[in-house]
């Protein structure tokens, strides 16, 4: 569930008109293949046009021991892309006339001292100012103790707000729990029927599960990570009931383009309530979505990471665009996947060669230390230490970066850049974050 830094046959006539469908196929071939042999991916990949699968791919195993192959038919975590299924489910109810999303929240948790402060609205978009359950030490350590998600809550619902409701976004897990708890309030269903009856059943999805009890068998790939080593080994066993309704979900690709086939039509939700849906508050989110734009394409995308697995759910839904990336080894990022497939499609080259390490003389550093900020609530600070250069992002560890041009800076621990830029007066004052296929600038403060 927890997002990673920095807190996936036909010619597209809308895209490229010099690209083949053969072209493309050999393109994204080379692509996904050069990705396994350099150890940054194994799963599955669904390119779709018009609610139809134009390339498929699986690669490496979803059992190493057994040399099991991945298969687009297998099922996998998907995470906090679950999200966006709870917030459907919210919408649903708001059409049944069961709630509205103007609502507080006191309705539901009349013991929350917060709750007459606190609406459903802002629940779904990260803005009520409630902490993020799987950031807190003492939580995390004992969940097996919990002995449901009511109980969870409960330990975290006694802690203060992180700031006042609808004064900034800040992404919480502990949100879309409370959501699900309202769900099963208001509809007097478990969460798991009502999705079941509203989103599963109606769009076809016989393929997908909510805090399925085994994961792992047949209809399952195995859930991998790396260790300190960087050596491939399984991941963790986790009890999904303390998911839940933020990142519980297992899916195959192609339940979930029936997913994304509903979106387009009104089988699941109303134009209404997907343009509520849809509509980006901070930081560019919506409910269960980001909203943005990619060469100036209307995007809306989430991504999903848990023991074990990653997901990254693309749509660029004026194009009839849609791009699913499933990950059976949770270090791998499956954004940058989805991202560079979107680029591939759209005619760029993509160069996967590992950036070269150059010297240059530590005394530079000094001109780029300081802090860089990308939003109201995210920076990077750059420090040096030991003639070496180090940045750390808000509320993470500090990583080591390294020169590949006296102003560029890469890192080895996640596929990322950091470029410095001067002013008129040859003053360092701002820096460019470059992941997944975004530019993050940041200005120094």
């Not at 895209?15 to 042999?37: G, H, M, V």
């Not at 409960?154 to 992180?162: A, H, K, N, Y």
Request: charged share 25%; net charge negative.
């Amino acid at each position: 569930m927890k997002r990673i830094f920095f807190p996936l046959f036909i010619l597209f006539a809308f895209l490229t008109a010099n690209l083949s469908a053969q072209d493309l196929t050999q393109k994204y071939d080379e692509y996904i293949n050069k990705r396994f042999e350099k150890g940054d991916f194994m799963g599955v990949v669904m390119i779709a046009k018009n609610g139809n699968p134009v390339y498929t791919k699986a690669i490496g195993y979803a059992d190493i021991s057994t040399e099991i192959p991945n298969s687009p038919e297998l099922k996998y975590l998907i995470g906090s892309v679950t999200k966006q299924f709870t917030a459907a489910l919210i919408l649903k109810l708001q059409e049944e006339g069961k709630l509205k999303t103007s609502d507080r929240i006191s309705k539901y948790f009349p013991n929350f001292k917060y709750g007459d402060s606190i609406t459903i609205k802002q629940l779904l978009n990260h803005t009520s100012g409630i902490k993020n359950y799987t950031d807190i030490k003492n939580i995390i350590g004992k969940i097996d103790t919990y002995e449901n998600i009511s109980a969870l809550l409960d330990s975290v619902l006694i802690l203060d707000l992180e700031f006042s409701p609808g004064e900034k976004m800040s992404y919480t897990n502990t949100g879309y729990l409370m959501l699900g708890e309202i769900v099963k309030q208001a509809s007097g269903k478990s969460f798991k029927e009502y999705l079941q009856e509203k989103i599963f059943t109606p769009a076809g999805m016989l393929h997908s599960d909510i805090d399925a009890e085994i994961i792992s068998g047949d209809d399952f790939a195995q859930g991998y990570t790396k260790n300190d080593s960087n050596q491939i080994v399984k991941s963790i066993n986790i009890n999904l009931k303390y998911a839940g309704s933020a990142g519980s979900i297992s899916s195959t690709l192609s339940d979930m383009l029936k997913w994304d086939n509903a979106l387009y039509s009104e089988l699941i939700l109303s134009n209404e309530s997907k343009n509520e849906m849809f509509t980006p508050g901070m930081k560019k989110y919506g409910y269960g979505f980001f909203i943005d734009e990619y060469k100036n394409k209307k995007r809306v995308w989430h991504n999903g990471r848990i023991f074990g697995f990653v997901a990254s759910f693309m749509r660029f839904y004026e194009d009839s665009l849609t791009v699913i990336v499933f990950g059976n080894n949770d270090r791998d990022n499956v954004d940058q996947i989805a991202h560079e497939l979107t680029q591939i499609t759209l005619g760029e080259t993509i160069n996967l060669s590992d950036p070269v390490e150059i010297t240059v003389d530590p005394a530079i550093y000094k001109n780029y230390t300081g802090v860089y900020e990308l939003s109201p609530a995210f920076a990077i600070t750059i420090i040096t230490e030991d003639n070496k250069i180090f940045a750390q992002a808000t509320d993470q560890e500090k990583y080591e970066i390294y020169p590949e041009a006296e102003n560029k800076f890469f890192y080895k621990i996640v596929e990322a850049k950091i470029e410095f830029f001067k002013d008129e007066n040859g003053n360092v004052n701002k820096l460019v974050l470059y992941q997944s296929g975004r530019e993050l600038p940041g200005i120094k403060k």
